[in-house]
């Protein structure tokens, strides 16, 4: 893009491309070669214009070096036109006061030369001044814009603590008009003088502030919690003269932090309320079990002579319910006691819980003539001594459950160490979990496979619960037919 | 076999009682049974005897946990600052079975812990474990 032309130096010659500028020289040279004749006979005065027309042009054209090229080359050039016109060229030049005019034509081609080489220069600083300038315009107007605009209130103050600049955001903030907000002192806005000897202190020290929390008065005197980002300018000498930044007020973040909070305080309640609930529920329903389940007990052993056989196998029927019940709301209690416990995290030797587990595991291992063998020596883990228990009795006692009558359970225990934490394993023979229906083993009630055998659904659950409160994780590796591995992660305690 | 001189059940439900005092009259027939219904009797029954150390000798109480009025724990601290029946044994049976209560009872001294079974013949074993508990708590349990 060409430059604008509103400088009439510009619109001269100067600026043409060297070629035009080029030919035009040539016709001044050719009219100056064919003018000389005529106007030589005019006199010295003619000649000396003739002589200057050229040099001030080529000197307007090519500069200061062109004003003196040409200058000197007019002087050779005058000779050989005058020594064809009949004339002694050379020494009509030398002698008889040719030699002043020369110089004057070269001094004049040379001072127009500089001349124009000065007018281009100061052209091309105007212009570059200019730019800058339109530059610096629409820079400030658009921080103009942004600062006008922002929806966080900024602010300029003086070190001796006027606003002197404020965008409307602020004027917002506290409730002032922009005309007493400048007419106001600083501390007036600070609700506690203290923060402000604070601020003041910190953004001397460092130049800047970030996020400083103070509380502000609005005009109403309503105090607002604030946090200030700002940076100290200083002038040459390195003095404080102002301080720029912004505000945000935080006070609706504050608010809804506290909405959050107490919405969360209320669902803590509800939910524990619900597990107190389910707890008190599961306990009396347990009484009228164990009233249930005492007297059919009864009848169905000491009075069974007495009854008929219909009578026989109905309270039979009786009994094998509540015992089913029973068995449900004993898990039920449990899944509540593992979720509502206190947990301590301390060293436990996982071969002593196995031990404990074998115990009362007993009657079940016998029962099926199961077995049950611990692989190398187990690692100790962080863990709470009651959840583990749960966990590794429930996880045993599934490994002894899930297995075909056919077939004699065998349980194989291992851990190894996984970084920080120990991989305990429980590995059993049975039936196996097909892998779509592993995300439905863990969740509570959920049986995979009620009509082969018994259970609750809870047991998982309980597992899945008591691991995730150690901060643990559980998973298993199964097949369908090809036995299942129980896992459980632990954070592993030094050994 | 006359393993214990007295039987306290405390037990509230009715039901239950039904059921206790059938299952203790096929273990110990000859045991005089007391029955109350909650912690306030069942203190005012130990108070009334705890002038004489020798009518308490060589008995058990029964302790359901959730009674009215006064709790069963209430009762254990009770007895725990009563000198002449801190040695009696005491042990609780209680509809659902919770480690924490246990752990709860046991610090303020009860002696045994036990959860009521469906099954009615399970109580027969929890009664023969109760009387082993006293026997073995009081100060001639040895020679008996």
């Known amino acids: 893009m060409r430059p604008e032309r509103r400088n009439p130096f510009r619109a001269s010659l100067v600026v043409e491309p060297m070629w035009r500028r080029l030919v035009l020289a040539l ?8 003018g000389f004749v005529p106007l030589y006979r005019e006199g010295d005065t003619a000649v000396l214009a003739l002589s200057m027309f050229p040099v001030v042009i080529l000197a307007w054209l090519f500069g200061a070096w062109g004003g003196l090229v040409a200058g000197v080359a007019s002087v050779p050039l005058n000779a050989l036109l005058l020594t064809m016109v009949g004339e002694q060229g050379w020494d009509l030049i030398v002698r008889e006061g040719g ?4 110089a004057l034509v070269i001094v004049v081609g040379c001072v127009v030369g500089l001349l124009r080489d000065l007018g281009l220069r100061l052209d091309r600083h105007l212009t570059d001044w200019r730019t800058a300038e339109r530059a610096l315009r629409e820079t400030e107007d658009r921080y103009r814009v942004l600062f006008e605009r922002s929806r966080d209130p900024m602010y300029v103050s003086t070190a001796d603590g006027r606003v002197v600049e404020a965008n409307d955001a602020l004027v917002r903030l506290f409730g002032y008009s922009r005309a007493e907000l400048l007419d106001l002192e600083v501390a007036q806005l600070y609700a506690e003088p203290g923060d402000r000897d604070l601020f003041r202190q910190r953004i001397d020290r460092d130049g800047w502030v970030e996020d400083f929390p103070v509380q502000v008065r609005a005009r109403g005197g309503e105090v607002r919690d604030c946090l200030i980002t700002a ?12 301080y720029q930044g912004s505000i945000r007020d935080v006070s609706q973040d504050w608010a809804l932090h506290q909405l959050a909070e107490r919405r969360t305080r209320e669902l803590q309640a509800a939910a524990a309320e619900l597990e107190a609930f389910t707890y008190s529920v599961s306990h009396d329903l347990r009484t009228h079990l164990v009233t249930l389940g005492g007297f059919a007990s009864i009848l169905g052993t000491d009075h069974r002579e007495e009854m008929g056989e219909k009578a026989r196998e109905f309270v ?20 509540g006691r593992v979720s509502r416990a206190p947990v301590r995290l301390e060293r436990v030797e996982l071969a002593d819980t196995v031990a404990v587990v074998r115990g009362s595991l007993a009657d079940q291992i016998a029962e099926r003539r199961g077995s049950v063998e611990v692989e190398g020596d187990l690692l100790p883990v962080e863990a709470d001594r009651m959840l583990i228990e749960r966990v590794v009795e429930n996880l045993m006692a599934n490994a002894l459950k899930f297995v075909p009558d056919d077939k004699l359970p065998q349980v194989r225990i291992g851990s190894r160490r996984q970084e920080s934490h120990v991989r305990f394993e429980i590995r059993d ?20 496979d009620p009509g082969r055998f018994p259970g609750t659904g809870v047991g998982l659950a309980i597992v899945q619960k008591a691991v995730e409160r150690m901060g643990g994780e559980v998973g298993v590796h199964s097949e369908r037919g090809g036995g299942s591995t129980f896992y459980v992660l632990l954070r592993g305690a030094p050994s | 076999m006359a393993p214990v001189g007295w039987i306290l059940l405390v037990e509230d439900e009715p039901d239950h009682r039904v059921l206790l005092r059938e299952a203790l009259g096929r273990v110990a027939t000859d045991v005089p049974v007391h029955e109350v219904e909650d912690g306030q009797e069942a203190i005012s029954w130990m108070r009334k005897r705890a002038a004489d150390p020798e009518a308490l000798r060589g008995g058990v109480v029964i302790l359901d946990l959730g009674l009215p009025r006064v709790s ?15 040695r009696i044994p005491v042990v609780v049976l209680t509809a659902s079975e919770n480690p924490m209560d246990a752990d709860h009872a046991f610090n303020l001294g009860a002696r045994g812990y036990f959860q009521k079974p469906t099954d009615f013949r399970r109580y027969l074993d929890i009664f023969r474990r109760v009387f082993q508990i006293a026997i073995e708590a009081s100060p001639d349990g040895a020679d008996t």
């Open chain 1, 27 to 34: 016709l001044v040279v050719a009219v100056y070669v064919v």
């Open chain 1, 99 to 102: 030699a002043e005019g020369s």
């Open chain 1, 231 to 242: 940076t100290a300018r200083r002038d040459a000498e390195g003095r404080i003269v102002q």
């Open chain 1, 316 to 335: 039979d029927r009786i009994l094998t319910a509540s015992q089913r019940m029973d068995a449900f709301v004993q898990d039920i209690l449990s899944y």
């Open chain 1, 429 to 448: 023979n049975g039936v196996g979990i097909a892998s779509e229906d592993v995300p439905r083993a863990f969740r509570a009630f959920e049986r995979l």
């Open chain 2, 72 to 86: 069963g724990f209430q009762v254990l601290e009770w007895m725990r600052e009563m000198p002449p029946l801190v």
